[in-house]
């Protein structure tokens, strides 16, 4: 089945221990993207990647860091996280950058205490 | 299952009417117009899109209108279905690029 794989799909930390959420991607997708989903403010974009080892700013990327080391694996780093960066986060792909729509992952739940 | 905004515009429905869900984008140089439902729980759905040089697009139940002269996006469903009860955003992709809407919750009365 073709779908974006987000882990783990909850997790709650504290202040300053660094994690990592995964994104897979099993569509041969070239274009990778995370979002952040807060009530009232919608989807904001955090990191975007064109390509394999083409990763770019969004629009909230502070705090957050990327890597695009192969074409599946898009995962979002919080080397030190902060109770601001308590949210819903999306990962999604596309084949290509405005080619298509997005297929987004399931989220992942994320509570920094 | 999660909220996914408060305030959000709420639409509600009667089970069997039609829905017209409104947007309206911020970018005239945007040429690719998409509509994504997200259901409580779950990460937004493709649903249909529309590129600039066409005003309408059906699919199934699904209709897409873009008028460019102001800027509006519109999304009808036919035969509105309890399933159909959700959050819906339009978003507009220009050159680099995607912006969403804030989102309108559809209510669906049975």
Redesign the interface.
């Known amino acids: 089945e073709a779908q ?1 794989t987000q882990n783990p799909r909850y997790l709650i930390t504290v202040t300053g221990k660094k994690l990592t959420v995964t994104c897979s991607q099993n569509m041969n997708h070239e274009y990778m ?1 995370w979002y952040r ?1 807060d ?2 403010l ?2 904001r ?1 955090i990191y975007y990647s064109m390509n394999v080892e083409v990763t770019d700013k969004g629009d909230v990327p502070e705090g957050y860091k990327v890597s695009r080391k192969e074409k599946r694996n898009f995962p979002l780093i919080l080397e030190s996280p902060s109770p601001n960066q308590t949210s ?1 986060y ?1 990962c ?1 792909s596309s084949l290509n ?2 080619a ?8 992942t ?1 994320l509570t920094v205490v | 299952g ?6 959000l515009p709420t639409l509600s429905v009667q089970e069997g009417d039609n829905s017209i869900i409104n947007c309206a984008y911020s970018n005239s140089a945007s ?2 117009f ?1 509509w ?1 439902k997200q259901e409580s ?6 649903i249909i ?1 529309i590129r600039s040089n066409m005003d309408k697009r059906q699919g199934q139940r699904v209709t897409v209108l873009l008028n460019k002269t102001v800027k509006h996006l519109s999304l009808q469903i036919a035969a509105t279905q309890p399933g159909d009860s959700a959050v819906y ?1 339009c ?1 507009e ?1 220009s050159y ?1 690029k ?1 912006i ?4 309108t919750s559809l209510s669906v009365i049975p």
């Open positions: 974006v993207s989903q009530p009232g919608g989807l974009q819903l999306f999604a950058f405005g298509t729509g997005y297929t987004f992952g399931s989220g739940r | 999660e909220s996914v905004g408060l305030h040429d690719y998409i994504y729980g779950k990460g937004p759905q493709f899109d955003f978003a992709t680099d995607v969403f809407g804030p989102g």
